[in-house]
């Protein structure tokens, strides 16, 4: 599903790689943790399977398709096969729950009869039902997070993409944003995390992938954070 | 859906931008003014130079007893014999298609009838005050000058005057009119240019989290710039409106006078103002189109 073939990613003026000769593969279906202290390439690698950024050396394959030769214009095409939430969940604030999910399919032009069947189904996936019509600043960071799961899963994408999503969470509002993400990987979608949260990796034991300054120095099938932390 | 999407975004962009919208609006609505204007310019001396070139003669008028003029020196007046002789002459020349007598008493006539509404003028001047002479009437427009150049030598003629030297002096000021409200246009498009350059860059930055959003999810390049664009198009389009009210005020309190006082029966159509008014529009939307593309490409990292 995301292949990466000795990958090296230098951002300008920048001496050292923000990754460095990196090789991974990442199955269907599969739950990946990537861990590593913050400026270890954990970032850079999630941009890159986005083509947010290009890789100055390397294959990077996304679904089957080699990112390299995918032209500009079919890039968002890649981008409704991948979900994203990030640490910051980036709603938008004068939409309700409702509106801020629907708005990820408007956008791509789903028609309106299917946006009305869908997105109430992923509200309450994500455990959010009776609250669609809040705004974002009358939920909690947790609830907000769920809202910005059930965006980046309403598209039924292959991928989903999760920068530090628990980092603004408590641990144990975490706990239930967990449960969310293992709920949508069950349905056969690939998941990658991001995070510094040890306590989650090591309750979860699903493959761990560690990167230090822009090498992999770990990968690991249920595995935990680290010894060092 | 899509269209319903669309319109509600620029709806948005547009009121969050109301002053600078208003700037941009104002802005094309008298840049394309004047550019209708000097188009309108052009194809008004294009009729008048239409309807002047067939009336326009050469005025040889003769010398009148005790004439002060140097080429009239000692002239007892023109007798009938003589101004017949002259007649015939200048018939013969080869260039001449029609010569026409006027005496004093039609000269007269056709005085009063320009200054007729000048009591004090047409009280000061009599019959006899008015010149005697021939109009010319030449087969080539080119062969004036020669025309001009023989009469001036023949004795018992006073003066030649060329009316189409007249004619030019009204032509070049429409001319100038026509290219400083043309430079105006171009001072003003860059103006336009660079407002909407300002606006959409505004609107980009205050979507920031939309369009952010908008390219996560994997809206196209078009969806995404879309609603800025025609932010751009329906400000071009209001000031095209306004210039098009401002084009039509022109014709009818600028245009139509002039003309039905120089050269009646030339005033433009409403045909050929709605074809500049229609040139303009195009002409703006079109500006603003490509505005809004280029700052785009540079604000909106797709």
């Not at chain 1, 202290?37 to 990077?60: D, M, Y």
């Not at chain 2, 039509?248 to 159509?269: C, E, R, Y």
Request: charged fraction near 25%.
């Amino acid at each position: 599903m995301i292949h990466f073939d000795n990958v090296t990613k230098v951002y300008a003026n920048q001496n050292r790689p923000a990754l460095d000769h990196v090789s991974v593969d990442v199955d269907k279906g599969e739950f990946v943790f990537l861990v590593g202290p913050s400026g270890s390439g954990k970032s850079t690698f999630l941009r890159l399977i986005l083509k947010e950024e290009r890789p100055n050396s390397g294959a990077i394959h996304v679904a089957g398709k080699d990112l390299a030769r995918l032209s500009n214009f079919k890039v968002p095409h890649l981008r409704r096969r991948i979900g994203c939430v990030f640490q910051d969940f980036r709603l938008l604030p004068n939409k309700n729950v409702y509106e801020n999910v629907a708005f990820a399919l408007e956008v791509i032009g789903k028609p309106r009869r299917f946006i009305r069947k869908v997105v109430p189904e992923v509200v309450e996936l994500v455990g959010l039902e009776g609250k669609a019509h809040r705004m974002p600043d009358e939920l909690s960071g947790g609830e907000q997070q769920r809202v910005a799961m059930a965006r980046a899963f309403v598209n039924r994408p292959m991928i989903l993409l999760a920068d530090e999503p628990t980092g603004n969470i408590d641990p144990a509002t975490s706990i239930g944003i967990m449960k969310v993400l293992d709920r949508i990987n069950r349905t056969g979608t690939t998941v990658v995390m991001a995070t510094h949260d040890a306590a989650i990796v090591d309750s979860m034991r699903k493959r761990v992938v560690e990167l230090e300054d822009g090498k992999i120095v770990r990968d690991q099938s249920r595995g935990v954070y680290g010894q060092a932390y | 859906m899509r269209a319903n999407f669309i319109f509600s975004e620029v709806w948005i962009g547009l009121r969050r931008n109301l002053t600078m919208t208003i700037a941009v609006i104002v802005t094309v609505a008298i840049g394309m003014a004047l550019l209708g204007i000097g188009l309108m310019v052009n194809s008004q001396v294009a009729k008048m130079r239409g309807f002047w070139s067939d009336k326009v003669e050469v005025s040889a008028f003769l010398c009148k007893k005790n004439d002060p003029l140097p080429s009239c020196k000692g002239s007892k007046g023109v007798t009938e014999q003589a101004r017949a002789d002259l007649q015939a002459r200048i018939q013969g020349m080869a260039q001449v298609e029609s010569v026409e007598f006027e005496n004093s008493a039609k000269a007269y006539e056709n005085f009063k009838s320009t200054y007729g509404e000048n009591d004090v003028l047409v009280k000061a001047i009599q019959v006899e005050d008015m010149p005697e002479s021939f109009r010319v009437k030449v087969k080539n427009p080119e062969e004036y000058g020669t025309v001009i150049d023989e009469l001036k030598n023949v004795a018992g003629i006073s003066m030649v005057v060329d009316e189409r030297e007249l004619l030019d002096g009204f032509f070049d000021l429409m001319e100038k009119i026509r290219g400083f409200a043309l430079m105006i246009a171009g001072f003003l498009v860059l103006a336009v240019i660079l407002l909407i350059g300002n606006t959409v860059r505004l609107s980009a930055y205050n979507r920031r989290r939309e369009t952010g959003i908008m390219r996560l999810v994997g809206a196209s390049n078009l969806y995404i710039q879309l609603p800025f664009v025609m932010e751009g198009v329906i400000a071009g389009l209001l000031g095209g409106v306004v210039s098009a009210v401002l084009l039509i005020v022109t014709k009818v309190f600028l245009f139509d006078s002039v003309s039905i006082n120089l050269a009646a029966g030339t005033q433009l159509t409403w045909n050929d103002v709605a074809q500049v008014i229609l040139g303009t529009m195009v002409i703006g939307v079109i500006i603003c189109i490509l505005a809004s593309f280029v700052t785009l490409r540079r604000y909106l990292r797709v």
